[in-house]
């Protein structure tokens, strides 16, 4: 079975801070896809990344960043100065390939990011 | 005009109601989802089609039935509301055919049976 784990709820921050999101998971997949999607206050889910099992770089886009390390099976995403338009709850997600199962979306409980001024 | 759309966006209804809640895509994705979020809770996976004569269920489909009415409409239905079915419900879809498959989802529908 496949699970994700968030284990920070809440973090809460001041603008320009740094800040990680740890995101772990479990498989036994060989071949898997990570995913990081934000949920504004507004409410909808918007997706930030996909990285494949086979692509351990890291990825930077702008002021975030993915650091994926299979050795620990985490999937970790920082904001780098942050900003009170970062607030959100951000979720980390899971999909495998074994038995057809690639449609199939794991997520973690999501972590709620509040960025103060 | 957004990829992925959902009416209504907003619903209050009453215990025992059936309700319909609609989505829609111009991204000439095959494959549809439905999911509901419960607060503190991820997303849940009720129903997924790969097209439009495949149509399975996901981890929670009791008390829910779906509609694939053409490649771009899939229609989510309670037939007879309860409480615990208050929610924010997602649709959401992927193009289908590989392992890469990211799903985009729609703006949400927030159902409230009282």
């Known amino acids: 079975a496949q699970k994700v784990t968030q284990a920070q709820t809440e973090i809460s921050v001041v603008e320009k801070e740094d800040v990680t999101l740890d995101c772990v998971y479990e498989?036994?997949?060989?071949?898997?896809?990570l995913f990081w999607y934000k949920q504004p206050p507004s409410g909808e889910l918007v997706f930030l990344i996909r990285?494949?099992?086979?692509?351990?770089q890291n990825e930077i886009s702008g002021r975030y960043s993915w650091n994926f390390q299979k050795s620990t099976s985490s999937f970790n995403f920082t904001i780098t100065a942050s900003q009170v338009v970062d607030s959100a709850v951000y979720f980390c997600?899971?999909?495998?390939?074994?038995?057809?199962?690639?449609?199939?979306?794991?997520f973690g409980k999501g972590t709620l990011l509040t960025v103060n001024p | 005009d957004a990829d992925v759309t959902q009416t209504p966006r907003n619903r209050i209804t009453k215990t025992g109601k059936r309700i319909m809640l609609e989505c829609s895509q111009t991204?000439?994705?095959?494959?549809m989802y439905w999911y509901r979020q419960d607060p503190g809770l991820g997303l849940q996976l009720i129903y997924y089609?790969?097209?439009?004569?495949?149509?399975n269920k996901g981890e929670i489909s009791d008390g829910y039935s779906v509609s694939r009415q053409a490649q771009a409409k899939f229609s989510l239905s309670l037939e007879s509301a309860i409480p615990n079915q208050t929610a924010l419900y997602f649709c959401?879809?992927?193009?289908?055919?590989?392992?890469?498959?990211?799903?985009?989802f729609g703006p949400g529908t927030r159902l409230t049976v009282l």
């Open positions: 089609s790969f097209d439009v004569k495949d149509i």
């Open positions: 991204k000439g994705h095959d494959r």
């Open positions: 498989t036994r997949d060989t071949t898997y896809y």
């Open positions: 997600a899971l999909s495998g390939n074994s038995g057809g199962s690639n449609y199939k979306l794991t």
């Open positions: 990285r494949n099992s086979f692509d351990e």
């Open positions: 959401a879809t992927s193009e289908g055919g590989s392992s890469t498959d990211t799903q985009y």
